[in-house]
């Protein structure tokens, strides 16, 4: 495993400051170096990606797909080892952590099949009308266009599907945009082997070599120059409110603003109507028990926050829940700080708001550190809508029961909400119908509404929307899970009766690409 | 003509301080009374606008496109009235503003014809898999949904087109957004008249009250008011680089950021090719010359820079365009304000920078105030290179030659060049071919790219694209002029599971509305 910094797809003589991965199970080192990277390596990369950008952007779209898929080939074919070390430097479970290797080169093939297909580009094309009076109507061509240099911050909780080739990546690369990945400091080795395997991939393929960049730190600087750099045009991250808007705020301050498309979590609130929790209320509690629980809660989509009206129902609900989180094991969380820092929120939130513990987890593995412990607490609307602390995520297996004495009061606790990635509604098929203003209200908080399921589990499609009103993203016009991703690395340009030959394949007469375009006010994919 | 502010489609009874509409051709007060806004105005506004969007948001599409036109009858209603009060106020003749009335009617039936048809909320369908291993896929279902309250400050170049019912506007309203519009001093008669239209079309099709309000200001306290406003979920803004930014900034410093979309000027560069300035000079420099003076040089698309290489055909150029300036008669500009910022800057720009001028209007019409005096300047590539405040707008009829020895010294120039609303290119067919590095650049610092033609004009169309990267707009990837304006005002919702009946008639199955959609990766408008 090589731990040297990638600039431009070739490994960095120079490196500075040595790093280590840790296991979180047993704090122990594991193998590899890793380098520290350097404000003049981020300088490179950057400089290297905006070179490469010349070339790779108007790239034909056959070889840009090819590159993708070679990217998942060159990961799937480092298999074992990857998932081994991805497991020993996050505390996932190998399972969990094959699914999500599938997952991950599943997206780049997903990517490399919507640009292979070329429609997505958007071309729209108004003809010219030359006897047009009082004026003549020129001919307009628009197609969508990439920006340039893309930085990218790996996420701790997807070692592989949110890291270096992850869906930030394969988006910005599906687009026509370098990348220059900032590697999670949770996860050094498996960045270093997918790195490894883009490097491949761009000499088998051969790319320009700028279109990628790794860089390692354990700290902030890099992340800070690299999103200072005046030749980036645009950063994704996913991870905690605070270090998503500490991003913002510096691009914010860059004299050329850039995007920064944040996910900063969200605590998912989950509505159980009455007939639902009537008739339902044992599977419920089990079905959610496992969706608080699953991957130690280290998921945004994770559903912090449950809303329900007393009832009996509801008691026998609370019940088993208790029950099931009561011998739920713990389990290995990413990072000592994640872990350190869940213990006290979950902790803080019961002593210092005086809410009620309804049940914690009574199994701990005493031989592994950093363990989660699993957390459900009580609070009445009333308090809830009183106490906006209430409301900001605890990231990890906890969640909270808002207990309101009627519908009304329930449909009050909503008001009270901040913009989230998910919301969903428990209901039988009868009773959705009489809460039609609720549901009215609900869709303005949130990039998805699920329907009897749980948050947890993102579908990566073309209809998926991961991204909802602020503070859970900060930019709820896009999605970072799905084929729609590709739209925050690009911007229409126009041509004005431009030259026919001169203009790009998508926007040539006769549609060359055979390609879904917009002509004269009318979609057709027509071609000769 | 009822100048008092209009809160939810009414005139308000609170008015405070009086303000009087200026002739700027005259500096004569015109008739009408106007009443500053408050800030309880600005609360009454998007509180009612907030209430209104419950509502309008999930309206049925036959009637939002039916609202739309019928603003564009009532607006048409007024007729003369309206011309002859918008050519008072603005200083601009009848004739222009003739045109900019059916450019504003016809933008609002374009956005009506849009949201009639239906496709543009990009409906997006995932089937379910229940079947699929290792886990099954939910049906899920994308389309784009309405933000909320939009914010409009009316622009003063386009007292119709870019102000109270002008494309902002409109396609707020087309995208389901309720709007306060933010009237501009330069035209309160006109605000006034085109409001008292858009309260009728309201009243006429039943709309939700709160979908529109108007308020009047001398001074920047009821923007700033609106743009802070917690209800505000949006801002539109064309204008100066100094207002684009003031209003950006505000917009940062709320708890919970909202999008604003400024259009904040540009120099529209122009590169004359070799071959083009050869064997069409003369015919170029009037061309260009009637470009740089039309509407007295204030459009956001006015060429306020020419590039070319020093040749006898140049300066055959430039004879010719130093002479057709020379005789171009004065021209009222749109306010004081605007005539004194322009004489102060074309004036310094001689003065303080060391460029050469290369001829200014002799012909001013002496009975007016305001008056404009067409002026051209000259300056070599390296001295332009070396002055980075030459590139600034001087907003009106001013353009600057930069003259290069050879193309390359030009192309250098070129990467001088901030973001741009457009760049446009001069060229025999031929010679184009050989400038293919440089296209490859321009392309990155330009929403449109114009062969042969003028940039002034600016098409309303599907396929236009006004808007370019920074400091043009702020967000280069959306236009405020042509149907893809709506897309400002939207965000992306996925239903998850949705109940079949529950889902809006975009999503439902069967397509009852017969409109394109992505179904399981494939576009189609099968309908049953």
Redesign the interface.
Known sequence: MNGKNIVASAYTAANEKKLKAVNPATGLQLDGDFFKASKSTVHDALTSATIAF?NYK?LNKALKAAFLNAIADEIANIGEELVNRASAESGLPLGRLQ?ELGRTTGQLRLFANLVAEG?WVGA???MALPERQ??P??D???ML?P??PVVVFGASNFPLAFSVAGGDTASALASGCPVVVKAHPAHYGTSALVGGAIIKAVEKTGMPKGVFSLLYDDGYSIGTCLVQHPLTKAVTFTGSFRGGMAL?NLA?QRE??I?VFAEMGSINPVVFLPQAMENQAEELAKKYAASITLGAGQFCTNPGLMLAVQSPALEKFKSVLKEVIFTFPSATMLTEGIANNYSKLSTEVIHKYGIALLSASSVKNYELLNQSQAMVAQVSANDFINNPKLSEEIFGPYSLLVVAKNMSELEAATTALEGQLTITLMAE?DE??DYQ?L???L??K????????VPT?V?V?????H?G???AT????F?SVGS?AIYRF??????????RE?LPDELKDGNPLGI?R?VN?K?T?EHE
């Open positions: 010349q108007g699914g429609s729209t094309i108004d009082p004026l109507k020129p307009i061509r628009r266009i920006i340039g913002i914010q050329q603003p995007p098929k959705l119908k203003s549901l009215n209200k869709m303005d949130t990039g998805r509404l699920i329907l009897n399921g589990g579908e499609c073309a209809a998926m929307q991204g009103p602020f503070p900060n930019d709820s016009r999605t729609a690009v911007r229409p340009l126009a041509y004005q009766d431009w030259d001169l879904f917009t006010q979609l994919n």
